[in-house]
């Protein structure tokens, strides 16, 4: 049976100072308890499977051959004759790879942290098992319930990790200077703000962003920007000397960052029409984030005074591409259109880290950890402004009868492209306003001192939440000791 | 070319006592060159591609467009018309999930351990490796061989993944205290025990298991505490220091973890029916999952004198959740349902690790390395009556059409619904029985003084059995003591 | 924000002594937006959508019900009614493998070097990102343009990555002795000659390699091997001391190994026709690999004095079985001749490191850092032996109507089965030519003195072109510092 050894009194004194006040022992379990159990009352109340998940249901389909009652499922197939065209078959592979993104990506990216990596993967672990829950419900209730229930199914699965990963950005802001409790608080109002803002950006504006550059990006970055700034904390350099890497944490980062790059053309186009759309949307994505490695390392190599990459830009910036078009993706971008995205998004990403999050940190009071105004914030403006235009030309003459699934408006004639453009910028103005003003009021109810916060000198630690065994050093320190004891013992 | 730098002999003195007897020289060659040529030969005589994939079979099937032969295919397809109804499209993707939790799941969660991450993985490898072919003929023995062959395909890929997950459960158990040749020998044995279990189950009693709460993870956790209890060490605590982890061998266990959470739902669908029953696994796990995290760390932070939380939780309990949906994630659950499942086994997980375990080691001397009995143990037995009691309320009314595919006995009027839960309950019961038995005969094989096992001295220790490379500060003290050999050198 | 810490002078001195010849402030960005400009330059001119992936001609597609136009999709499907029935579905998964194992497989599997792991997983990444986009092209010209345009859709995504498989080999054979810059210029010209040799082999010679035994891992291998002979250094037994690992980079280089593992039977069967094949391909592979598996292991501990495991071995040799069944993957090899060929290739893959390479780098000069040529050269060789012996056995009775899609001028009487045979042994011979002549000019080319490549004292060291952060080590030595400095200033 595995017992921790208890960190070393000696290396760790100065992180001992832990109180009552940071003492997880009944907040954690008391809001983990309680946010569980009323999910499983509203479940239990609102929550069903769909026609393509329950048993009698999609019998039925087959036997009547009618898929009338499909949802988003593009172009509507006549018949179901066959188990072969349930939906599961053209989703999920799509929703492993966003998964995968979610649980691993957010999660490894952001062990970077020297002493901070049992609470990047593991808050990023309960943050996002809660909110993918809570979305699966705010998102049933705006996408339109039917006879009172919320049905379910893998594209529900797809957008509850959607909503999970604009969380997890805003957790990339603020980490390392919070406790679970106050990130599982933020969960439940950023996941009801996400899901309000999606359904007036999809359902009333009539907006695109399959990849979620606006609903996503955008907004996780700039709500999340705000928290950290209303959070802010004057004596943070105290903990200076742990906000930062170590080589081989360095690498752990470097798992996350890379399968969030491989997963990415399946994340934009997870929730696309079928057929060209999400073959389009994930080859759109796969050509942006290429070129824009090759921006960031060239950007990374020559703002460095010596010329020597930074691993920050590498695990991030590289991934701009990917939010840049996010929006666009299913579009008819071209290839050499998403390039060009990729390689303004890489190259905007690194000035950024380099010069615009000291700054911001300095004139702004904006302590933003990860610098995901680097990664999503800007790019996803970008991601917005490129669908835009992209929407505005948009023409019969490229688009021929796969209008209708991009923009289903435009080919009906109700709107010009030009409309679904202005549409297209209207939502990233409502998505920022959203996310500040939400941001602002979430803020303020995260700096009542009622969740355990830790104080200025011990933030990036994981010392306060967990138990943490000591480092190999001090294990071989310790075994040294333990044989030195024994032949002492032994010759006496 | 690498050259491994040998383990320095001032920090392990004490693990060079590897003698003659632990020495795998020809130990270790003799036992996988005459286990891999055994069945070669066996392959040769025995196994064939079935009907999906010899190249003959499946044309014929296409050009006269009849798929009789089909064995598992749920709702039997009338006619082949495409090579896109080839049943690779339809299992293959949830053959990867389930393959990457076996050897990158299993492999690297058990690299908590902060002097076994080679045998932890690289055992787990071997094990994997052997156990997958040999599975595969003893499960085709029984699934039924035609015209004396064994027809195998990706469903066969998948049942012996599944057969090797209970075999890396039982080296769980015994974790660190055993020899390569052994746990080869302990899968010889548990693989057959498996596939008779697996069939007695499924094919005799007609019990349902898609996810193995019976077959796989109380099968697998029961045979290897026995084994472990049989293997007791009564000086294990000269061991004790090295049965911990460290600060980055917690961050590689949370790989491990993380795919096997987020796969899971591939794991427990993998071979259920197509259609509904794989979308309704899919979710019933991903939801149960979910709900065991929250309670997951709600118990761990309260089961601790001082609130913070324990790495061993987090990397175990958070997936007694699949466990416990093995059964009943193919049954109409319901997502609240799983959700009230998936609590359950979070709890009781964290109970069991916390306060279980030590007495079963102090009381009932079962040194249960990684606890298995709290991950696979107990939420397996939970999710058979789950899936009994599911079983048992199973209706006409809920399951439609869809009864066929999940209680074909039961939907064509054969048995009751009553009946098919009493026919889990006693596979419960068998299963605990085989795995009871059949633990005390093989590990009593195993105890024979043969397979160059450690002594109590030197458990958990890679040395032994590997090459094993300095860390990073020996490197750094023989880089300082080079440096300092040449300075001397050049002021000679 | 993050900040790196700096290396510590103290325990980097000798690493300090990097000059402005490896300074690669300017050389990196000029040669990284050149070619992304003029690669955005080329797609804009020459690359479009296929008919998968546009929006109007998919629509068309569907509303003519004619799949005319489609390219490599085996048994041509007569028409095409629904958006499921896009080649996405079909490819895609294999392709997210593949993708998976060029930059997590090969970026991780190559982090054994114990200071050298920044570069290893990020110039995996930046060659890689470069090497798929220029291989689009290369490749896309050479496969044949439609109307002066290249048209892709995910089969020239999978086509690429293995294109860029090829030059990661390669890079093993150099890696931790160049410049990114180096490695850049030798992908533009690998990339070109990969495109050449393969069109040769597939289009002109009429050969078959699904996996690319003979283009990819015997070409990128001796390619890579002869470039690493041109670019002979002798001094690097200097760097000795770091051309070798640490006990947890040993670790990060099994996620490497364990990946490409698991996803080799994608790998293989990713570009082979759609059907038995790749179902077939599928299970070749994966019994190929479980036997190697066994014969390694076996191996390493017969070579060793002591009978230990060399992890060298088992992250390396364990997946020459993938490589051995590149070629004959697709074809009839049965499960049991997979087995064969499996164990074959472990066997001789680990004598290669253990006793060929140490030969090859004292007689022959070749500083094979990966020892690719006992993974991917040997194998490789030996895939393409069985693949031409397979070929040649092959019948009609064996294959039935599988023949046209496996062997298509066989199967229409063209040519017999003894002559494809001996096309591929002809195929072998080209590719062996085309590395070797191809790896001299490539090699004298990279020779040049103006890549910024390290000096033989400094090879296998990150801190060379990255900002490397200090080990924990430092950081709890710098913490002590601080704490010892905060006491001394409240005592003064």
Known sequence: MVEPQPASPRLNGEENMTGAETNMRLKLPIICFILQIILIILFGVL?????????REWHDKLDHGNKSHSEHNGHPESKVHSNYENDFYYRYPSFQDVHVMIFIGFGFLMTFLQRYGFSSVGFNFLIAAFSLQWATLMQGFFHGMHAGKIHIGVESMINADFCTGAVLISFGAVLGKTSPVQMLVMAVFEVTLFAINEFILLSILGAKDAGGSMTIHTFGAYFGLTVTRVLYRPNLDKSKHKNCSVYHSDLFAMIGTIFLWMFWPSFNSAITAHGDDQHRTAMNTYYSLAACTLATYGMSAITAHDGKLDMVHIQNAALA???????????????FGSMIVGFLAGIISVLGYKYLSPIMEEKLKIQ????????????GVLGAIVGAVTAAVASKDIYGNGMEDVFPDVAEGDITASYQGVRQAISLAVTLGMALVGGVIVGFLLKLPIYGAPPDTICFEDNIYWEVPGDEEEAHQDKASVRMTETERLNA
Request: aromatic residues 2%.
């Open 321 to 335: 591409g990917g939010v840049a078009v996010g929006t666009a993706g299913e579009m008819m971008l071209t290839p």
């Open 368 to 379: 933003d950890t990860c610098g995901v105004h680097n990664l999503h914030g800007m790019p």
């Open 47 to 55: 929550v069903q499977y769909n026609d393509e998940v329950d048993a």
